[in-house]
């Protein structure tokens, strides 16, 4: 498999930088790893919101699984494992604390500019969120599979965009990656959520695995490492010797019933509804307070380090690292609020509201 842009294209960087005994697409994944929006992963929603308990997946959890399944699958293919491991560990350093309903509050409140879509988002997040407005500086390939890695559409089989992007001239999630290994990518961000969402979603007693479709059971497992090893092995049949990576017309339907299942008694199960009514309020105040707050104070940094809260003086640092990079390219005041929130823990936008909420008790000494 050849992917349709040259080399030098997809290894190309928006800032030239020397090479190094790493090479370029691991360079890229050391970067990743070591970035602040890696590391918050760790405390961010992947479907379950549960802080307290270590066997619930979480949005880090989930990335390096889908970059385990990339791997093995490029590495069984002749493809470049470096560069899927780097698209798949930072596919979601885009998304807001409390997962896809932190996304579609921010969507709600960006309206008027375009929305917020968490791939788009996450190529923001590379590219001047990072570094205090520097950016990780990755190459192309990646940044592309990062824009181009639409994980909820569930398409059978991907062949490459042939056709060079500017990517942050994309406005939507209907283009397909440039590379073999991109594609490879949003294929296994399905086969790593599927199967363990439906653990969780077992360990929770949302479901019992007897609910299951018998014929889903058999032919794709009982837990998600079989599940995760099935769709695998399926999918490097399937496209060994193809110009397209996908699964087999079995597996597909399959795969296509476990998701009908997991749609259906799992997202949009009573309790996850209730959950997505408290996350809203949370962003949406947290969103509000901020909102006010920067019409009112403006650039006066000075201002937010007498604010009443910790989070004035917090949200002021944000402003004081970002100023020249905001001011520069004159960014509407919510994409700014927009940034800074999606940026958030599910832990620290719960502590922001508590703060915002909750008066601090008077000392009397």
């Not at 406005?171 to 363990?196: F, H, M, S, W």
């Not at 909102?291 to 002021?316: N, P």
Request: net charge negative.
């Amino acid at each position: 498999m050849l992917n349709p842009l040259p080399p030098h294209v997809l290894r190309a960087r928006r800032h030239p930088r020397e090479a190094d005994m790493r090479g370029d697409y691991f360079r890229d994944v050391t970067a990743i790893i070591h970035s602040t929006p890696f590391r918050r992963l760790k405390h961010k929603t992947q479907a379950f919101y549960a802080p307290q308990n270590d066997h619930v997946c979480t949005r880090m959890e989930h990335v390096l699984h889908v970059a385990t399944i990339a791997a093995t699958i490029c590495r069984a293919l002749g493809l470049d494992a470096d560069l899927a491991q780097a698209i798949a560990l930072a596919h979601d350093l885009g998304h807001a604390p409390f997962g896809h309903e932190g996304e579609r509050v921010l969507h709600q409140r960006m309206a008027d500019i375009g929305g917020f879509i968490h791939e788009l988002h996450g190529l923001r997040v590379v590219d001047i969120l990072a570094h205090d407005g520097t950016g990780l500086n990755l190459t192309y390939g990646v940044r592309d599979g990062i824009v181009s890695h639409c994980g909820e559409r569930f398409e059978q089989r991907l062949a490459p965009e042939s056709r060079q992007k500017v990517l942050d001239e994309v406005t939507d999630r209907g283009q397909a990656p440039n590379t073999y290994e991109g594609c490879v990518v949003r294929l296994a961000d399905k086969i790593a959520y599927l199967g363990r969402d439906l653990e969780d979603a077992i360990t929770a007693k949302f479901v019992t695995l007897a609910e299951v479709d018998p014929a889903v059971r058999q032919a794709l497992g009982s837990s998600n490492g079989q599940i995760i090893g099935t769709l695998v092995a399926d999918v490097v049949q399937e496209s060994l010797g193809q110009d397209y990576v996908g699964f087999s017309d079995d597996k597909n339907e399959l795969m296509l019933r476990l998701y009908a299942f997991n749609k259906e008694r799992i997202y949009q199960h009573p309790r996850m509804e209730r959950y997505r009514v408290f996350c809203k309020r949370m962003i949406d105040g947290v969103f509000d307070y901020l909102l006010a707050l920067f019409t009112r104070e403006g650039w006066d940094l000075a201002a937010y380090a007498r604010g009443t809260i910790r989070l004035d003086a917090q949200f002021g640092e944000f402003l004081k690292s970002m100023r020249q990079v905001y001011e520069v390219d004159a960014v509407p005041t919510v994409r700014i609020v927009a940034d800074y929130v999606a940026g958030m823990t599910d832990d620290f936008a719960i502590e922001s509201i508590k703060q915002i909420i909750i008066p601090t008790p008077i000392d009397f000494g």
